[in-house]
């Protein structure tokens, strides 16, 4: 998602700029952070008395900056959200900016010590949320998850959402993130295409490329991707993997534990992407597309998958065709897999952030917790038809075929679903991986060759004495 016009939320791309701005301005970036603003200028709002409906104080008539990262899942939802706080405090006002080029536009606030009051940090150009953390200037969102309910003053906000989420909130071992939505990764299908052909997705490996073969037949592709975002096939090859090896695969990884990424289930999965490539099963010049135009050639018919995750639906709705009916599938499995079929990775993803320095930080914690409620997210789901981490909150909502069929698989891989955090936890890490999934796409490198790199960018951040591993739970 990394066109400045139509960008949408990958859990991947949250920090694809991060090692060219650590490269050419992170530093000013924390150095201009650490002294931009003054104690008088940025205390923080609050004020008023703290209550069970009020729990961080919020002034009334302290305004709220809100600025969204505008991509796949557009802004109405924000502005929807918007409204609950402004009804809420009745005497405030809302600033609201809708944009794609965050760290251009954010930065220079950052280092004059007036950021927003919260933002959605998320596309090609977001903040480096690590390196925020690092410098102490992201709020400690601890009091937002452990605040009463909206629904409930009984529960805590922490009892309301999936586990995921205060998971990926983490950061050096602080919850420092709102991870909002409750993706899931899939090969996506149209099913009124394959109900006309009578075809299926397939279970194991050897059905599917039998699937591939007719699919070719008929004069289609049977599978395009995102070629300038490596990162979309990557979720390909490492969700055959994690079903191969299970868990401990992707654990490693995050984990930055020697020799993780030449796991025998890695080699597999990479061999069989190339199997695809050779046998003619991946659309052509597909490797130079970006998201919306390889998007667009399946909308058209021309590709039979593509992979993403579940904000696809919303995000193609000015090009798909009316009856065009976006169907969450599962990659097949390997030869000797562990998982079963009907799992995939999902993560907690679309971050949200409050910045410590932020003029109304209280104001800013209190629309995270407006937005963690029932209805916020409820108004969400209905708009962009994709969930959000609350519990319970798309129950009774009429879905959407892409919704439905993601939800689906959400609640058929159950505890067998898998999510990684080595992008966020390793900003740099991130984007020589993605160029390296990009080459074995292409095959311009063996399966060995794509082992050997991955492994050594893994190697080279944990050798780095910046760098602070981290652990799954």
Not at 68 to 76: A, C, S
Request: glycine residues 10%.
């Amino acid at each position: 998602m990394t066109t400045p016009d139509n960008l949408s939320r990958r859990l991947f791309l949250q920090h694809a700029a991060v090692g060219t701005l650590l490269a050419t301005g992170g530093s000013a970036l924390l150095s201009a952070c650490a002294s931009g603003g003054s104690d008088d200028e940025n205390t923080g709002g609050g004020g008023a008395d703290k209550t069970a409906e009020n729990p961080f104080g919020v002034k009334e008539s302290d305004p709220l900056d809100v600025v969204i990262f505008k991509g796949g899942y557009g802004d109405d939802y924000a502005k929807a959200h918007e409204e609950l706080y402004k009804k809420k405090f009745p005497g405030t006002t809302v600033k609201h900016a809708g944009i794609t080029d965050i760290t251009p536009q954010l930065q220079p606030r950052f280092n004059g010590g007036n950021p927003p009051d919260v933002i959605d940090n998320s596309g090609a150009s977001a903040l480096p949320s690590s390196t925020l953390a690092t410098s102490g200037q992201l709020a400690d969102l601890t009091q937002l998850f452990d605040a009463p309910s909206i629904d409930d003053a009984n529960k805590k906000v922490s009892d309301t959402i999936e586990p995921i989420t205060l998971e990926a909130a983490q950061l050096g071992g602080k919850p420092l993130l709102l991870n909002y939505v409750l993706t899931v990764y899939a090969i996506w299908y149209n099913k009124k295409l394959f109900d006309e052909k009578g075809w299926a997705p397939a279970k194991t490996w050897t059905e599917f490329l039998a699937l591939c073969e007719e699919i070719k037949k008929a004069g289609i592709a049977p599978l395009a991707h995102q070629g300038k975002h490596p990162y979309y096939i990557a979720q390909v090859v490492m969700d055959m993997a994690v079903k191969h090896g299970g868990h401990d695969v992707i654990k490693a990884i995050d984990e930055l534990e020697p020799n993780a990424w030449k796991h025998p289930s890695i080699k597999l999965a990479a061999e069989a992407l190339l199997e695809l490539k050779g046998k003619g099963y991946i659309m052509q010049g597909t490797e130079g597309l970006d998201h919306i135009q390889s998007q667009t050639a399946w909308n058209q018919g021309k590709a039979a998958f593509i992979p993403s995750g579940s904000w696809l639906e919303n995000e193609q709705k000015p090009v798909a065709p009316k009856d065009f009916l976006t169907t969450a599938a599962y990659t097949p499995l390997l030869d000797g897999a562990k998982l079963p079929v009907d799992c995939t990775q999902i993560a907690a993803g679309e971050p949200f952030i409050v910045p410590e320095k932020a003029k109304n930080k209280a104001g800013g914690l209190e629309f995270l917790r407006i937005m963690l409620s029932k209805e916020a997210a409820g108004k969400f789901t209905e708009l962009t038809g994709s969930p959000t981490v609350v519990k319970g909150a798309g129950e009774g909502l009429k879905l959407s075929p892409g919704a439905a069929s993601s939800g689906a698989l959400l609640a058929s891989g159950g505890e067998n679903n898998w999510t990684t955090y080595y992008a966020a936890w390793y900003s740099t890490m991130d984007k020589p991986i993605r160029s390296v999934f990009g080459e074995l796409a292409a095959a311009r490198i063996t399966s060995d060759e794509f082992m050997n790199r991955a492994q050594k960018i893994a190697d080279d951040t944990a050798k780095d004495p910046k760098t602070k591993k981290q652990t799954r739970s």
